[in-house]
Every structure is written in C-alpha cells, then in structure tokens.
C-alpha cells in the first residue's frame, strides 16, 4: 500500500511532502480506531524485542532518528506506529527558520536525500509544550544544538540551556555538533572544544536528582585519528554513548547525475549510500572501546541492514531516509527480522 502513497508523495516537493504526511497523521489518529489499526499493522510487541541500554528499557531496538519530528509533535504518532523510541530535535534555544527553501532533495537512484534545513525548529520552550502531551510510556531523545548566529565560543551556553528546559521531557540526550548544515558546528568536534562542551554537560547533569544520559553524535567524514580523539573523549568524560553517524558530505559512488548533484549543491547526503561508510565507523569504535555503547544511524532500508548494524557493535538502531522510501512497514520488518535471527541463533 505504500508503494502508492509513496508515488503520491514524491509527485510533491520533499519538505512539502513531509508536512502533508505528519499533518495527515496527526489527523488520522483524530478519528477513532486508527491508532489501534496502525498498532496492529506495524507494532511488533514481544518481550525478546527488549533492550536495556544505559540504563533505559526500550521497547524494541528501532528508534526514529533525529530531523524526522524536529519539535516533538508526532511522538505519539510514530509511537503507535512501531517504534521502541524516538529522538527530537535537533532543538536550539531560540526559535530558528533554518536555511532556505528548498533544503530538502529526493536521490531516488540512490534511495537517498540531501538536506541543508539548518537546525529549523521551534525553539526550546515550544518543544516542551509539545513534549508534555506525549504518551508516558514514550521513550524520547533531546538531540540538541546551537543556534546559527551563536558564536562557538558560547556554544556551550546553549547546549547548556537546552539540557536544563528539556531535562524533565526527555529519557536521554544527544549532543549534535555534526550536522554540515550549520556554519562551523563541525569545528566543536575536535578534541579540545568538545572535551570541554561534553564535560560542561556532565557536570550540570551530575546536578540533577536523577541524571540523563548523554550521547554525542558524530560525523561519517571523521578520519581514524579523529575517530581515536572521540574514544580518548568518551573514556575521560564517561559520556554514556555514541551516536553513528549523522549525514556526509562525502558525494562519492552516487548513481545520480552528477549534474544534479551539482545544481543541488551543499547539504548532508543520508540514506543507502551511507550505510557502508557508517557501520565502518560503529566496527572501529567497538574494536577501540567494546564496551561502547553505539546507536547505528545511516543507510538503514531494509531489515539484513538493521541486522548488520546490530552485529556490528550498534545496541540500537534508527531510521529516517528508510522510512521516507520503504515507509512504516520497515520498521514491523526489522523487528521481526530480529526475531527471527533470535530463533535461529
């Protein structure tokens, strides 16, 4: 059934095409019987499914990556449809329009996108009015960031402000200083900077009653010393996990035209073509760190992609670009595929 409704969507732009389909959910699950018709259909609900990481019992072992609901509108809605969690964000203190439109690319040759949003949401305060209607039993991720015209000398400030007003919503924390969509945000994943960034964060969290944990999430473009650099960082800050990995901008091997690759210009490349890189750096990490914990992110389409992060070193896994080609299917899908592998082991 999704095969049309895909056909449907991708006639649209492919920012237009995301609000027509989170509005069209919101709607839906308005009208009795709906959510329990999309529970049947895609919520696998199996005890062997249960995963307890940093401290958490999720559900399952897929989670909705961040970027897909910004400002932690949907969180009910995607819950109903299969998912063991779900990450906001990327949330910034103030409100922000992002980059300009259009931002958002469809590589269908590749099952692919291109983004450039620039950390568009509506700020911190509007993501925790939305944050206090989600369902209770709702595991949620605050990914959060900086806003664009904060100097990286006072980035700190902000990621400090986002922790504090989303601590008492969220179940755990991303720290996001790898998107390729916000100038220089890349520069906060050098060592220094970052050692003192993640550390500021441990050291408000060790503050509160009950402290969350705090994920960094990296870049695919990362070269193996810089790889090293981030293991060193975990181990003195005890940073409860890594999240691998967030968009390229690496735009090598794409079956698309070069030429529209080219006239669409800047931007983060997520989807298939990333799954090889990504699960390169989560074996990397684990074999620096086996006790790493690692939430696989990046070309995931398909259940045998799942699976292979899953064996790879990843406790968890996400999707985003999947879901937009194979819609919620995917996600009954690989949870059944690791049923499966669970019987056959």
Known sequence: MYTLVRKFLFLLPAETAHHFTTNLLRFLFKIPMVKSIFSGLYRIKDPRLQRTVFGL?????????????KNGAFTNEFSAMGFGFIEIGTVTPLPQPGNPKPRLFRLKEDQALINRMGFNNEGMESVVQNLRKKSKDVIIGGNIGKNKVT???QAQDDYRKCFDTLYPHVDYFVVNVSSPNTPGLRELQEKEPLQKLLQSLK???????APKPILLKIAPDLTDSQLDDILEITKETKIDGIIATNTTIDRSGLRTKKEKIDKIGAGGLSGAPLFDRSTEIIKYLKNGNKNLVIIAVGGINSPERAIAKLKAGASLVQVYTGLIYGGPALIRNINRAILKNLDGA
Request: charged letters at 15%; a negative charge; hydrophobic letters at 30%.
């Open 151 to 153: 100097p990286n000398e």
């Open 203 to 209: 050291t408000l969290n060790e503050t509160k009653p």
């Open 57 to 69: 019992t999720f559900p399952n072992p897929v989670g909705l990556a961040a970027g897909f609901d």
